[in-house]
């Protein structure tokens, strides 16, 4: 695990401004000195041009890796550790050829007494006495001194709306006020009994393994093999047609969705989360159930959310591995040879990009080898990884069926395994269930789940390792990405200790500063403003806190949280947002096919889609909420359209000023979840917006330019979800004096606003 | 652009500008960027997703006879077709197209794209640089000439990564695109018809723009200011998204897919709305009997292109528009077992368009399709000389758009130790 220790250096003593002297000096490890006082400066930048493996020096005893090989700053480290106890004349080599007292073939590059020899100087003194700093968890408070977090309700309501798609109770908020982050654990641990979070948890996954392609139509059921499952297509045989096509579409749904229902499965029962690649088992409703012709019970067989582990005829199972719709998203081919769903694998459960292996230049007269892959360096810097694994899911042919190789696996690939491990001989049948007890014993595995989550929750992936040494925020991002790299180390070795709970993961992302960041104030002068350190530690922050812009799914969610409808025109109308003839790829959604990157960057599109929602959503609920009694209402509790806030004669009346004002300190609270005292600016804007538009309204309305009458979407004569027509009393058609359309201006405002849209 | 904005957006992006630099001077107040009318060039990149095969288009091999025991291509070398200066393989729509715009073609074949990953290929095709964090030259373009545009950069797919500099648009069913782009009319159609009073409506639009201001005051966290900055810019460009309404065409293409996102393309272009757009087309990762697989799509890919340039002079504006064709890499010479060919780090890359002089040839490969080196002065084929690299291409197309100096040159540096000066033209 990497240390903190240099990082609170590097901004440390900065930010601390002229108070340094007071301060204990802060331990810097032998690496963190290395990195940021020798390789990023000097090394990075000079050394390499020559001593690299292809440079003119590389025939000597001291060659560096570039920042695109896994561990290069500690295989340089290690290099540089073996130079320094070299000497020439009592002096180590480290200093003296750099600085050309011996002949250097690139002469000169450090003058003695630079800053940069100093540096080298006390690299040599470190390597002779390391340092190591102890580790006392107080490093992560030391980096993140100068950042505010949410207060611990803010984080609550941040967390409710991302996991269940819904605002906290009072009760909920009460509890976490009092008892802080222990409660909000408890209060979290609820929540994620919730079927919202199921479904959350299913749309944070498919995100990765994108089975919702399936989906449509009965394109999941038309995966499988019809002599395998000769009932796949059962319900063709009902005779009522709405029967039929509703049998049809919860079964494909059931067969696409079996993947991501093992997760939530393995999740609502607090199984360890390694099960989802060691299960011996599938996940069937009622429908998959008749597909796959399996006799499982249940207690309604006619309810789709009721799903139950079942055993496949002839199918050694081990999880998401063995899972027939898993297996069909990553396909292969007959010269593919699994190696595509290795890489998969290696992606999803190990934390590792084998592409990334590839990134290096190589040089293709280079290979001339009869078998490269095998054999040319260049390629099997890749296949030497991913080869064993897919021979490891060799019994799983094209079509993701289980079908044994007869003739065995290629005998001119790497042998079938992992990582050094070879594949016994006496598990060929089973090799995934070999294969998935060797991933979930590696630490890569935890690793990989809190990345996944991680990118979940706050929108953004995990950062990766800058490679560019040259780029002039190299070391900030270098030490943003160590600092990020340590709490979510931290967070996978509790994830570990709590026996691949992933209940834990989620709760300590939600608790940590890059999910719970508000806002930075780091004291800088003008001048110190403008420094390089300043910038650096921008660099240093730039993944901290979640500005997102909320996905199409979050959106829609929210929008029924706080308003208690969804943004669609009738409770059997489409979703705008969800429905992908609308808005929804429009809006950065994906479609799991051939869409399957999220956009997290609004464009003009995307801010007009936003406009047109709070237009529409303003419009239908405004009227909508008055109609039931002031307690019962989500968005105007304490006022009623007949609250005017002046008289006839232009005087304010003070009570309903203030309860005006109320509502909308509680407006700004619910919809952009603002905590602000009832005179803050922010208060007074919203209430101006009220105001200037009533009494626009009220002028119209007695010179005739405005009519009485609601324009009639925005009139509430039916009830949403029953679709029934209002009782006549309960009915809201007119605005008389204005206040309601008012009110659908404050509405629109905060709904179009930079708060709602993103969290 | 307005360069204070710049700044503030690229650096608030987590691209640090070097201190001192002509753009770290400019301070970080901004100011409202102004929509207006784009007119300049048009630029369109297309990507043949999933490593393309030079030597059954632009850079021919074939073999020598029907006994070759390990054949380049299963054509003979004899029946190579020529059209001006440039050799093509008689496979496919080939032959239609090279007759038909020899002229305006250039080709550059035997790049060396130092990799045969998809991912990194595709960035090192599209950026000019393998390493990460580069953005697309489309991104870069559009960034530069008008960020604040609606549909700036229009993405179809492929390497598309914008480093924050500017939004990416994804064109979904454009029957929708009525209702979105008129979000204060309930009908988009009758002007009158809103949700808002026009005095309402200006009343909400004076809260927003004060509270922007307010936000972006204390916006401290450098994800936050760079989130609000994101969003601002595109509200900024939105109403323009009307204009798209008026050149979009009654009924999309339904034969060809190139087609059918070039008339998106093109329709937002002439709305003034967008200048760079990536159009991607996939399929040609054929490890496996690769002829059959492999033929159709480059074909499919040449009829794409031809309909670009169709749609572009129907729409009046074929002078003022460059096509870039690329793919991440190459493909293996020679079959595999299963007559496919795998990942090969040498390419091709055919230019044309505005600035672009065809009928020219530049860079070359062995009968094995090994690169060969090109004199950086004449830029003929020389056993002294360099080999082609993206970075070489890019540096010329930066030249052609004027970024190849200024911020985005210092923040995304290119510099090939010997430019290919005159490559284009």
């Given at each position: 695990m990497r240390t903190l220790g240099a990082l609170t250096l590097v901004f440390g003593g900065f930010a601390l401004g002229g108070c340094q002297a007071e301060e204990p000096e802060q331990c810097v490890s032998n690496e963190d000195f290395f990195k940021e006082q020798i390789w990023a400066p000097v090394m990075s930048k000079k050394c390499i041009t020559c001593h690299s493996p292809t440079g003119v020096a590389k025939s000597s005893q001291f060659v560096l890796q570039s920042a695109d090989w896994t561990g290069y700053l500690e295989a340089n480290l290690a290099t540089v550790e073996r130079l320094a106890k070299l000497e020439y004349e009592g002096e180590p080599w480290l200093l003296v050829k750099p600085t050309n007292t011996v002949d250097h073939g690139g002469g000169?590059?450090?003058?003695?007494?630079?800053?940069?020899?100093?540096?080298?100087?006390?690299?040599?003194?470190?390597?002779?006495?390391?340092?190591?700093?102890?580790?006392?968890?107080?490093?992560?408070?030391?980096?993140?001194?100068?950042?505010?977090?949410?207060?611990?309700?803010?984080?609550?309501?941040?967390?409710?709306?991302?996991?269940?798609?819904?605002?906290?109770?009072?009760?909920?908020?009460?509890?976490?006020?009092?008892?802080?982050?222990?409660?909000?654990?408890?209060?979290?641990?609820?929540?994620?009994?919730?079927?919202?979070?199921?479904?959350?948890?299913?749309?944070?996954?498919?995100?990765?393994?994108?089975?919702?392609?399936?989906?449509?139509?009965?394109?999941?059921?038309?995966?499988?093999?019809?002599?395998?499952?000769?009932?796949?297509?059962?319900?063709?045989?009902?005779?009522?047609?709405?029967?039929?096509?509703?049998?049809?579409?919860?079964?494909?749904?059931?067969?696409?969705?079996?993947?991501?229902?093992?997760?939530?499965?393995?999740?609502?029962?607090?199984?360890?989360?390694?099960?989802?690649?060691?299960?011996?088992?599938?996940?069937?409703?009622?429908?998959?159930?008749?597909v796959y012709g399996i006799n499982a019970n249940f207690q309604d067989p006619s309810d789709e959310n009721e799903w139950v582990e079942a055993k496949l005829s002839g199918i050694p199972h081990s999880g998401l591995l063995t899972s027939h719709i898993w297996l069909n998203r990553f396909p292969t081919t007959a010269t593919n040879r699994n190696r595509h769903r290795a890489r998969m694998v290696f992606k999803f459960f190990l934390a590792t990009d084998v592409l990334k292996l590839a990134e290096r230049p190589i040089d293709p007269s280079s290979i001339e080898d009869f078998n490269p892959t095998r054999e040319s360096d260049a390629c099997t810097v890749c296949h030497a990884n991913i080869d064993p694994v897919a021979g490891a899911l060799q019994n799983w042919d094209d079509q993701g069926r289980y079908r044994p190789p007869e003739m065995g696996w290629y005998q001119e690939m790497f042998a079938p395994g992992f990582g050094d491990a070879e594949l016994p001989a006496g598990e060929k049948l089973d090799a995934t269930s070999w294969l998935a007890g060797q991933i979930i014993g590696d630490p890569r595995f935890a690793a990989s789940q809190v990345d996944i989550v991680y990118q979940g929750l706050?929108?953004?992936?995990?950062?990766?390792?800058?490679?560019?040494?040259?780029?002039?925020?190299?070391?900030?991002?270098?030490?943003?990405?160590?600092?990020?790299?340590?709490?979510?180390?931290r967070i996978a070795d509790l994830f570990v200790e709590s026996e691949f709970d992933l209940?834990?993961?989620?709760?300590?992302?939600?608790?940590?500063?890059?999910?719970?960041?508000?806002?930075?104030?780091?004291?800088?002068?003008?001048?110190e403003k403008e420094s390089v350190e300043a910038q650096q530690r921008l660099d240093e922050l730039a993944p901290v806190g979640?500005?997102?812009?909320?996905?199409?799914?979050?959106?829609?969610?929210?929008?029924?949280?706080?308003?208690?409808?969804?943004?669609?025109?009738?409770?059997?109308?489409?979703?705008?947002?969800?429905?992908?003839?609308?808005?929804?790829?429009?809006?950065?959604?994906?479609?799991?096919?051939?869409?399957?990157?999220?956009?997290?960057?609004?464009?003009?599109?995307?801010?007009?889609?936003?406009?047109?929602?709070?237009?529409?959503?303003?419009?239908?609920?405004?009227?909508?909420?008055?109609?039931?009694?002031?307690?019962?209402?989500?968005?105007?509790?304490?006022?009623?359209?007949?609250?005017?806030?002046?008289?006839?004669?232009?005087?304010?009346?003070?009570?309903?000023t203030e309860a005006i004002r109320v509502n909308i300190q509680y407006l700004h609270w619910r919809l952009l979840g603002e905590q602000l005292d009832i005179d803050d600016p922010e208060i007074d804007r919203s209430y101006a917006l009220f105001l200037e538009v009533w009494r626009d309204g009220k002028r119209g309305i007695e010179l005739g330019e405005y009519s009485v009458t609601l324009p009639g979407e925005c009139q509430a004569t039916r009830d949403f979800w029953s679709d029934q027509a209002l009782a006549d009393a309960e009915r809201i058609t007119s605005d008389t004096n204005y206040t309601i359309r008012a009110w659908m201006a404050v509405m629109t405002y905060m709904l179009s606003d930079y708060r709602f849209l993103h969290e | 652009?307005?360069?204070?904005?710049?700044?503030?957006?690229?650096?608030?992006?987590?691209?640090?500008?070097?201190?001192?630099?002509?753009?770290?001077?400019?301070?970080?107040?901004?100011?409202?960027?102004?929509?207006?009318?784009?007119?300049?060039?048009?630029?369109?990149?297309?990507?043949?997703?999933?490593?393309?095969?030079?030597?059954?288009?632009?850079?021919?091999?074939?073999?020598?006879?029907?006994?070759?025991?390990?054949?380049?291509?299963?054509?003979?070398?004899?029946?190579?077709?020529?059209?001006?200066?440039?050799?093509?393989?008689?496979?496919?729509?080939?032959?239609?197209?090279?007759?038909?715009?020899?002229?305006?073609?250039?080709?550059?074949?035997?790049?060396?794209?130092?990799?045969?990953?998809?991912?990194?290929?595709?960035?090192?095709?599209?950026?000019?640089?393998?390493?990460?964090?580069?953005?697309?030259?489309?991104?870069?373009?559009?960034?530069?000439?008008?960020?604040?545009?609606?549909?700036?950069?229009?993405?179809?797919?492929?390497?598309?990564?914008?480093?924050?500099?500017?939004?990416?648009?994804?064109?979904?069913?454009?029957?929708?695109l009525g209702r979105i782009a008129y979000p204060e009319?309930?009908?988009?159609?009758?002007?009158?018809?809103?949700?808002?009073?026009?005095?309402?409506?200006?009343?909400?639009?004076?809260?927003?723009?004060?509270?922007?201001?307010?936000?972006?005051?204390?916006?401290?966290?450098?994800?936050?200011?760079?989130?609000?900055?994101?969003?601002?810019?595109?509200?900024?460009?939105?109403?323009?998204?009307?204009?798209?309404?008026?050149?979009?065409?009654?009924?999309?293409?339904?034969?060809?897919?190139?087609?059918?996102?070039?008339?998106?393309?093109?329709?937002?272009?002439?709305?003034?709305?967008?200048?760079?757009v990536n159009l991607n087309y996939g399929g040609f990762d054929t490890h496996g009997d690769h002829d059959n697989a492999h033929i159709p799509r480059l074909q499919t890919l040449l009829e794409g292109v031809d309909a670009i340039w169709q749609e572009a002079e129907a729409q009046q504006v074929a002078d003022n528009v460059i096509v870039v064709v690329g793919s991440e890499f190459g493909r293996t010479?020679?079959?595999?077992?299963?007559?496919?060919?795998?990942?090969?780090?040498?390419?091709?890359?055919?230019?044309?368009?505005?600035?672009?002089?065809?009928n020219r040839v530049i860079g070359g490969s062995t009968d094995r399709h090994q690169p060969l080196t090109v004199d950086p002065g004449s830029l003929s084929l020389s056993e002294s000389g360099i080999r082609i690299e993206p970075q070489h291409i890019h540096y010329e197309l930066r030249k052609l758009a004027g970024i190849h100096e200024g911020d985005f040159a210092t923040m995304f540096p290119l510099s090939p130790a010997q430019p290919l000066s005159g490559l284009l033209s």
């Open positions: 000169v590059q450090i003058e003695r007494g630079s800053a940069e020899y100093d540096a080298f100087v006390e690299l040599v003194d470190r390597i002779k006495n390391p340092v190591e700093c102890a580790e006392d968890g107080t490093e992560i408070e030391t980096y993140f001194a100068d950042v505010s977090t949410l207060s611990d309700v803010e984080t609550l309501r941040k967390a409710s709306l991302s996991l269940v798609g819904r605002l906290p109770t009072p009760e909920e908020e009460l509890a976490v006020a009092n008892g802080g982050l222990e409660a909000l654990d408890l209060v979290l641990d609820e929540m994620m009994t919730e079927d919202a979070f199921y479904e959350r948890l299913i749309e944070l996954y498919n995100d990765h393994f994108l089975t919702d392609r399936y989906l449509p139509s009965v394109d999941a059921i038309d995966l499988l093999d019809g002599e395998d499952y000769p009932n796949s297509y059962w319900f063709e045989a009902i005779e009522d047609e709405a029967e039929r096509n509703l049998a049809r579409a919860r079964s494909n749904e059931a067969v696409a969705r079996e993947a991501l229902e093992l997760v939530a499965h393995v999740v609502r029962n607090d199984r360890p989360f390694t099960e989802i690649l060691t299960a011996d088992y599938t996940m069937v409703n009622p429908y998959s159930a008749q706050t929108g953004a992936p995990p950062l990766r390792e800058p490679s560019d040494p040259s780029a002039p925020d190299y070391l900030g991002k270098l030490v943003a990405f160590d600092a990020q790299n340590a709490e979510l180390q209940k834990t993961v989620i709760k300590e992302i939600v608790k940590s500063p890059y999910y719970r960041a508000k806002s930075f104030d780091p004291g800088w002068s003008e001048d979640t500005a997102r812009w909320l996905t199409p799914e979050q959106l829609e969610r929210k929008v029924e949280a706080v308003t208690g409808y969804p943004w669609r025109e009738s409770v059997n109308g489409q979703s705008y947002l969800l429905d992908f003839n609308e808005y929804r790829i429009f809006y950065g959604g994906i479609d799991s096919d051939t869409i399957v990157e999220r956009m997290t960057v609004p464009n003009g599109i995307m801010t007009n889609v936003s406009q047109r929602m709070a237009n529409e959503v303003a419009c239908w609920n405004t009227a909508r909420d008055f109609t039931k009694p002031a307690a019962a209402r989500n968005l105007f509790p304490y006022i009623d359209p007949g609250f005017e806030p002046e008289d006839d004669n232009g005087f304010e009346i003070p009570a309903v | 652009m307005n360069r204070r904005d710049f700044f503030k957006l690229a650096g608030l992006a987590g691209l640090t500008l070097i201190p001192g630099s002509s753009a770290a001077t400019g301070g970080i107040a901004g100011e409202p960027l102004t929509p207006r009318a784009y007119e300049g060039t048009f630029w369109i990149f297309v990507n043949a997703a999933g490593g393309w095969d030079p030597t059954s288009l632009c850079d021919p091999k074939g073999r020598a006879n029907e006994m070759d025991p390990d054949p380049m291509n299963m054509y003979l070398t004899s029946e190579i077709l020529s059209a001006g200066n440039i050799n093509y393989a008689p496979l496919g729509y080939n032959d239609t197209f090279f007759q038909k715009y020899y002229q305006d073609l250039l080709i550059i074949n035997g790049i060396d794209m130092q990799t045969n990953g998809h991912d990194s290929g595709s960035r090192h095709t599209w950026s000019g640089r393998l390493v990460e964090g580069f953005p697309s030259l489309a991104a870069l373009v559009a960034a530069n000439a008008g960020p604040e545009l609606p549909m700036s950069y229009l993405s179809f797919g492929g390497y598309d990564l914008t480093g924050g500099l500017v939004a990416r648009t994804r064109s979904g069913n454009v029957n929708a009319r309930f009908d988009p159609s009758n002007a009158d018809d809103r949700f808002h009073s026009v005095r309402a409506a200006e009343l909400i639009q004076q809260a927003r723009d004060g509270r922007r201001t307010t936000q972006e005051m204390e916006a401290t966290l450098p994800v936050e200011q760079v989130a609000m900055n994101q969003m601002f810019t595109a509200t900024d460009g939105a109403n323009e998204l009307k204009l798209l309404q008026q050149y979009l065409p009654d009924e999309l293409a339904q034969d060809n897919a190139l087609r059918r996102q070039a008339q998106v393309a093109l329709a937002a272009y002439r709305a003034g709305i967008s200048i760079a010479p020679g079959y595999n077992a299963n007559n496919g060919k795998d990942h090969w780090s040498v390419s091709s890359m055919m230019l044309m368009g505005k600035g672009i002089s065809g």
